[in-house]
């Protein structure tokens, strides 16, 4: 239960924030009305009009992983989609399923524990720390429906000061998930005929890694809210655990019709970044994509983040271009890229127009 009741007149992102009872800490208040401060704007909500179940994303079986036709599927799902599903990845499915309960244990905790892990900024150094997204201007400021909380997962950052609640499940994750990511990497980075990850492009691609755990808490009326509003993701690639709750959709073929990410007991989803969009000059599509919640189940959904270095020049590879092919980007300097986008976000594909020449 949270550590203190919130009145209709309370500030609620006193409330929500800074005393870490989170939107679930809302929820558990018996919540029957959803605040002015969550309630989107209509262009924001996701209407079932612009459903289409027609469409879906593919789903690539990586049992035979280093066969040719497996790696074809991969680039042609990064080059269309920006957004597809794997199987019999490798990692053990008690592995997937610990993580998530590992989520489940942390954000049920009451706030006075959880607020020790609370932090007024947000910087990509940072070993942990819970979030929330409030967006508009100061006075303006509308939350999505959901609870983060953010491991810093490289040599810098100091795992004991994790949650014990998440502590060793995050670390064997990362154990089992970080080989998996560079593999697809280097899949990927073949079809642009790039050589293999080497001790010149890990600090580009894989230069520091992130494990989120998001907490959707149930919502008296999903219709009028949104977990996580449309965006693309500024990383390299992103791999998504997500529980059997539902509610992930991408962004469609066919303009403003959005596609229902269906959890595969076992699976990961798999996203390109804006990062590597900008690396394969467009070859590489990142897609947005955003959250519904629901209305009588919690979702626990768990992004990993490869991203490059902050010291890391990113622009598109020199074998994009060596045919005469224009550049769609200029090279800029990774950390100026990540202020830029956390100071629009979410900005979907105008994301990109920082690097855009």
């Known amino acids: 239960m949270p550590s203190s009741k919130f009145e209709p007149n309370d500030d609620i992102l006193d409330f929500v924030i800074k005393k870490a009872n989170g939107l679930k800490g809302l929820v558990d208040t018996s919540l029957e009305n959803i605040p002015n401060q969550c309630i989107q704007p209509k262009e924001q909500r996701l209407k079932k009009s612009q459903i289409d179940n027609q469409e879906s994303i593919p789903t690539i079986d990586l049992s035979y992983f280093d066969d040719l036709s497996v790696e074809k599927s991969i680039q042609e799902a990064a080059s269309k989609w920006g957004f597809f599903q794997i199987i019999n990845h490798g990692i053990p499915i008690e592995?997937?399923?610990d993580l998530k309960e590992a989520g489940h244990k942390f954000f049920e905790l009451p706030a006075e524990e959880k607020v020790k892990y609370n932090k007024e900024s947000y910087s990509a150094g940072e070993s942990v720390l819970m979030f929330w997204s409030a967006i508009g201007e100061k006075d303006e400021?509308?939350?999505e429906w959901r609870d983060g909380i953010r491991h810093g997962c490289n040599p810098q950052n100091d795992s004991n000061l994790w949650p014990p609640q998440t502590r060793n499940q995050v670390l064997e994750y990362q154990k089992w998930a970080t080989p998996l990511a560079k593999k697809l990497l280097e899949v990927l980075l073949k079809g642009l005929n790039v050589n293999e990850i080497d001790e010149s492009l890990e600090p580009l691609l894989m230069g520091t890694m992130a494990i989120n755990i998001n907490y959707y808490p149930p919502c008296p009326n999903p219709s009028i809210?949104?977990?996580f509003r449309r965006h693309c993701d500024m990383s390299c690639i992103t791999l998504l655990l997500q529980d059997d709750t539902g509610?992930?959709?991408?962004?469609?073929t066919k303009g403003d019709n959005w596609i229902h990410v269906n959890p595969i007991k076992g699976a990961l989803a798999v996203n390109i970044g804006n990062s590597l969009q900008i690396m394969s000059?467009?070859?590489y599509k990142s897609i947005e994509h955003c959250v519904a919640v629901d209305s009588s189940r919690?979702?626990?959904?768990?992004?990993?983040?490869?991203?490059p270095s902050p010291d890391s020049i990113i622009g598109p590879f020199p074998q994009m271009l060596k045919d005469g092919e224009k550049s769609v980007y200029k090279h800029v300097l990774f950390s100026d890229y990540w202020d830029d986008y956390f100071s629009k976000r979410p900005s979907g594909k105008a994301s990109l127009d920082f690097a855009k020449i």
């Open 95 to 97: 592995v997937l399923d």
């Open 141 to 143: 400021k509308i939350l």
């Open 225 to 227: 809210t949104i977990g």
């Open 247 to 252: 509610g992930l959709y991408v962004q469609g």
């Open 281 to 283: 000059n467009d070859r």
């Open 298 to 307: 919690a979702r626990i959904s768990v992004p990993l983040f490869v991203n």
